[in-house]
C-alpha cells in the first residue's frame, strides 16, 4: 500500500504523469473505514485527490466513475471536519464532468451538502442514509457511507456548527442532530468525547453548553446588548426538522 510519505513526493515530482493513477487510485480507497473497528488506512488527503481528478480530466480514457464518486463522497464527509470552512466538495465538483454527474449517489451527494449548508441536519441524516443504496454499483462508497468513521466525522462537522449558533442547548435537541437516538449511551460517550467543544453536559437536566468561541460568545454579547432574539437564527437549524424547543 502507498504511504501517505510517498504520496506527497509523487504530487512534488510527478503530479501530471498518468503513470501514478494506479497509485492515487489505491491511496484514495486506503481512505475508507474498511470495518467498524478500525479507522481508515490513511487520513483523509485532499490535495492527492484532486490530483487524481485532475489526471482524470486529462486523460480520459483513464477515468474511472466509481473513484471520482469516491472523492466527492469523501471530501462531503470530511472535508470540513478536516478543514473548517472547507470547499472540498465544490472544487472537485467542478472538475468533475457531466456525464459523472448523472450517476447515483452524485445526486443524492448534492442533496446533502445542500441540507448541510442550510442547517437541515436531520433531513440531512435521512437523505444520507440512502447512499448505501444508491450505491449499488460501487461497493466501497456503500461502505464508506455505513463506517463509524464517516458518521462521526460527519458528527463533528454539524457539533462544530450548532457550537457557533448556541452557547446552550438540549441534550435530546443535540442528539437528535447528530442522529444519535434518545437517551443514547453512544451519544453520551461521542459528545463526552468532544472535550474542545462541549464544556458540561447534564443528562438529568437534558442540558449542554457549549465552549466559549469567538460566534456563540458574540451573539451572546449582542442579545444581551440588544434583546435581540437570537431564536431567529435557531429557526434555521429547525426548519423542516421535528419542532424542538432549545434553550
Not at 509523487?10 to 489505491?26: A, F, G, H, R, V
Request: proline fraction near 2%; glycine fraction near 4%.
Amino acid at each position: 500500500m502507498t504511504s501517505s510519505s510517498e504520496i506527497a513526493t509523487l504530487l512534488k515530482t510527478e503530479m501530471y504523469n498518468p503513470d501514478i493513477i494506479p497509485q492515487l487510485e489505491s491511496y484514495l480507497i486506503s481512505q475508507v473505514q474498511q470495518s467498524s473497528a478500525t479507522a481508515p488506512s490513511n487520513t483523509y488527503d485532499f490535495e492527492a485527490n484532486r490530483t487524481l481528478i485532475k489526471l482524470y480530466q486529462f486523460f480520459p480514457q483513464q477515468a474511472k466513475t466509481e473513484f471520482i464518486l469516491l472523492a466527492e463522497s469523501l471530501a462531503l464527509i470530511y472535508g470540513e471536519a478536516t478543514k473548517e470552512g472547507s470547499h472540498d466538495f465544490g472544487s472537485l465538483g467542478c472538475l468533475i464532468n457531466e456525464s459523472a454527474k448523472k450517476d447515483e449517489p452524485y445526486p443524492t451527494l448534492i442533496r446533502c451538502a445542500d441540507l448541510l449548508e442550510s442547517c437541515q441536519y436531520t433531513e440531512f441524516w435521512g437523505i444520507f442514509d440512502t447512499i448505501a443504496a444508491n450505491s449499488t454499483e460501487y461497493n466501497v462508497i456503500a461502505t464508506l457511507s455505513k463506517s463509524n468513521h464517516a458518521r462521526n466525522a460527519l458528527r463533528k462537522t454539524i457539533l462544530n456548527s450548532l457550537s457557533l449558533t448556541f452557547k446552550s442547548t438540549k441534550l435530546s435537541f443535540l442528539l437528535q442532530q447528530l442522529n444519535f437516538e434518545s437517551k443514547s449511551n453512544e451519544g453520551y460517550a461521542f459528545l463526552e468525547g468532544e472535550e474542545t467543544i462541549i464544556e458540561q453536559l447534564n443528562k438529568n437536566l437534558d442540558s449542554v453548553v457549549f465552549k466559549n468561541n469567538a460566534e456563540n460568545i458574540k451573539r451572546l454579547k449582542t442579545s444581551q446588548e440588544t434583546g435581540f432574539d437570537y431564536g431567529m437564527i435557531r429557526s434555521v437549524v429547525n426548519i423542516n426538522q421535528n419542532k424542538v424547543v432549545v434553550e
